[in-house]
């Protein structure tokens, strides 16, 4: 048995009177809860002109997965949800992985072996589920019964379910304070907690041994996270006073629901993914925005109206714990869509269009490397679609027509279905009266008889409308469908203007010969 508790490092001082962090697990596809909380602990270490820091806890080695650390810094970096310091940018405590940081949790584990407040546990994963089985069988209180307690390897060995590597455990005192103060909640109590293992049989930490160790060595004053980390929080303060050390303020966050409330989850919903918004084509801005409202009030306006757009940096300068709602708020998808929708039409559309291109690229309607000219066509399209579209993934249908060659425009079926009686009669006349339109001249000196959208417009509705004698929707309807193949696109008119003189003919006469 150790004779005396090795002594904890000293922690030097660290820049930032108030910091926070976020410490996601790469097990996987970033959860959009990922970005919620980072939210919230920027928001406030913003305010406070302190630090945000981004910790990588992967000690979970079996559900650990390559590719889910990049993720997380692209996702957080797409929403503007930067940090201070972190594996990728560094810091006063590096490392910020925790499987680069195995060697700092031992002493705390030493120390508490050493003073009787931890011990070893050599029980077999079987008898372990064994146990848990009797206690809901016969209705106990679900724990560890400390059957390794007090022994010696040897005489633990005699027993069954024994397991030749042990692992480390907690000795909760009878009298332990399971009340703490919560920056949202108030004064929460808790369960009493059982036994908790703190050093798993690899050597590696526990997710509450070592959040603990890291948000003490890294200074952190307050601890951000969701609500059910309430249960676990008096042991992580029991560790805290056990070690000397003052805890740090906690804030536990109300979880997003599902519409049934139930908790939301990748295997239930896809918007669980954070990567899922951006394959979805939601903007960043509108994506922060809502988060921000699912537990937060809006700010109201000189009339008492709620202010529900607002961007991050408005956020910060009002953050307050105190009006975080602690109710587990429904993921309100329609709610972000119009949010998103609010933000496209507020875009520059310079900014626009090149928030279109990746989209557009992904779908091979332009070429990695669009030319000038075809960048120039993608902004006059963007200047269409703008206000008609809620994702930019919506893009791709609205624009791929401008950027396909004339004799390969595919014709959907359901805009074929509705071209009417009369439309090889519509077509006609409007071959005929746009071939007399001049295709010459363009800017300030350019003849009132150029090829724009108001020549276009006069020119078919005085022979489609006043000459034939149809109504606009079905005179228009049959020309829509042929210089987009759709039943809805963006304004015909500023289309053909785009598209020019010779697609458009060429289109209206490749349609009328399927007629």
């Given amino acids: ?90 810091g006063p405590c590096a490392p ?44 106990q209180p679900t724990g560890y019964d400390r059957l390794c307690y007090g022994k010696t390897r040897e005489e633990r060995a005699a ?51 070592a959040v603990v160790v890291d948000d003490h060595e890294m200074g952190i004053t307050h601890v951000v996270r969701g609500e059910e980390w309430i249960s676990s929080t008096p042991k ?112 520059d559309l310079g900014d626009f269009a090149g928030r279109l291109l990746p989209f557009l690229i992904a779908d091979e309607v332009l070429p990695a490397q669009p030319s000038l000219s075809e960048l120039a066509r993608l902004r006059a399209v963007a200047e269409l679609i703008q206000t008609r579209i809620t994702h930019l993934t919506e893009a791709t249908a609205l624009v791929r027509p401008f950027f396909v060659a004339d004799d390969a425009l595919e014709i959907a079926e359901d805009a074929r279905a509705g071209l009417g009686e009369r439309a090889g009669e519509v077509l006609d006349a409007a071959a005929a009266v746009l071939g007399d339109i001049d295709d010459h001249g363009h800017g300030p000196l350019r003849s009132e008889t150029a090829w724009t959208a108001a020549t276009i417009e006069a020119a078919l509705r005085g022979a489609l409308v006043d000459g034939l004698g149809i109504k606009a929707r079905f005179a228009f309807g049959p020309l829509r469908t042929a210089v987009s193949g759709a039943r809805v696109s963006p304004p015909l008119f500023e289309s053909m203007e785009i598209l020019g003189k010779t697609a458009t003919l060429n289109r209206l006469s490749a349609l009328r010969a399927t007629l």
Avoid at 21 to 36: E, F, L, M, Q
Avoid at 100 to 106: A, G
Avoid at 241 to 263: C, I, Q, V
């Fill in 1 to 90: 048995m150790t004779t005396s508790a090795p002594a904890l490092p000293e922690i030097p001082d660290l820049p930032g009177a108030v910091r926070l962090r976020v410490a996601p697990s790469p097990t996987g596809d970033p959860h959009v809860g990922t970005a919620y909380m980072s939210l919230f602990n920027v928001a406030f270490a913003r305010q406070q002109t302190g630090r945000f820091l981004l910790r990588i806890e992967d000690t979970d080695r079996a559900r650990f997965r390559a590719d889910s650390e990049s993720q997380v810094f692209d996702t957080l970096g797409w929403l503007g949800l930067t940090w201070d310091e972190g594996p990728d940018v560094g």
């Fill in 96 to 139: 910020y992985r925790q499987s680069e940081r195995l060697d700092t949790y031992r002493p705390y584990v030493e120390r508490l072996l050493a003073e009787g407040k931890a011990y070893q546990c050599w029980c077999s994963t079987q008898r372990l589920a064994q146990m848990r089985e009797i206690q809901q069988k016969t209705k």
């Fill in 159 to 209: 027993l069954p379910g024994f397991s030749e590597t042990p692992v480390v455990r907690m000795l909760i005192p009878d009298d332990v304070e399971v009340e703490f103060d919560d920056l949202i909640r108030g004064q929460v109590s808790a369960p009493r907690p059982d036994d908790q293992v703190i050093l798993k049989a690899d050597g590696f930490p526990t997710y509450h041994l």
């Fill in 236 to 347: 992580h303060i029991l560790l805290y006073r056990w070690f000397g050390l003052t805890p740090p303020r906690f804030a536990h966050m109300p979880l997003l629901r599902n519409e049934d409330k139930s908790k939301i989850s990748k295997r239930k919903n896809p918007a669980a993914r954070l990567t899922w918004f951006q394959e979805q084509g939601y903007l960043p801005e509108a994506l922060v925005n809502f988060l921000a409202l699912l537990a937060y009030p809006p700010a109201q306006d000189a009339d008492g109206n709620d202010v529900e757009v607002f961007d991050f940096a408005d956020f910060s300068a009002r953050f307050d714990w105190r009006k975080v709602n602690p109710v587990g708020p429904i993921f309100d998808l329609k709610k972000l869509d119009w949010l998103n929708g609010v933000y496209i039409r507020g875009l």
